[in-house]
């Protein structure tokens, strides 16, 4: 990952991520607050986007559409010199969630795009957080 964009993402930065995340989803389909409004999120995987990836990005959605979280935990492939798919998990102040897909361009000024949201139950998410170990939750 490159010094500039490393800078861009420390958390006491501008997260683009988060405001990606605003712009897609200002208010929460699953429980209907604002998102900012006491929601966190969580990467939970990601697909580098380069070579012939058409199988992987197939297994990526199809782990998140059947909730094979486990599937889903076995891409953590980021890697800041490329293009990258990643999920986050939503995390509703309730405790029901969202699994949300973003396009994450390794140009500098390109903003992320938000492709795919999943709601999913509190039970669902009680699936997940124990795969998640330190995992870094930011406030959406
Ligand atoms: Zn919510």
Not at 110 to 122: E, F, G, H, M, V
Request: glycine share 8%.
């Amino acid at each position: 990952m490159g010094f500039i964009r490393r800078l861009f993402s420390e958390p006491e930065k501008r997260d683009l991520t988060s405001e990606c995340l605003r712009r897609y989803l200002p208010t929460c389909d699953v429980c209907g607050r604002l998102l900012h409004d006491g929601h966190r999120y969580v990467e939970i995987a990601s697909i580098v986007l380069t070579g012939d990836k058409r199988q992987s990005t197939k297994g990526f959605f199809d782990a998140i559409r059947d909730r094979h979280w486990k599937t889903l935990r076995s891409f953590p492939e980021f890697e800041g010199g490329e293009d990258d798919l990643v999920a986050y998990l939503i995390l509703c102040p309730q405790g029901s969630g969202s699994v949300v897909t973003v396009l994450d361009p390794v140009e500098l000024y390109a903003n992320p795009q938000c492709q795919t949201i999943d709601p999913i139950s509190a039970s669902e998410v009680n699936d997940i957080l124990p795969l998640l170990g330190d995992a870094e939750w930011r406030p959406a």
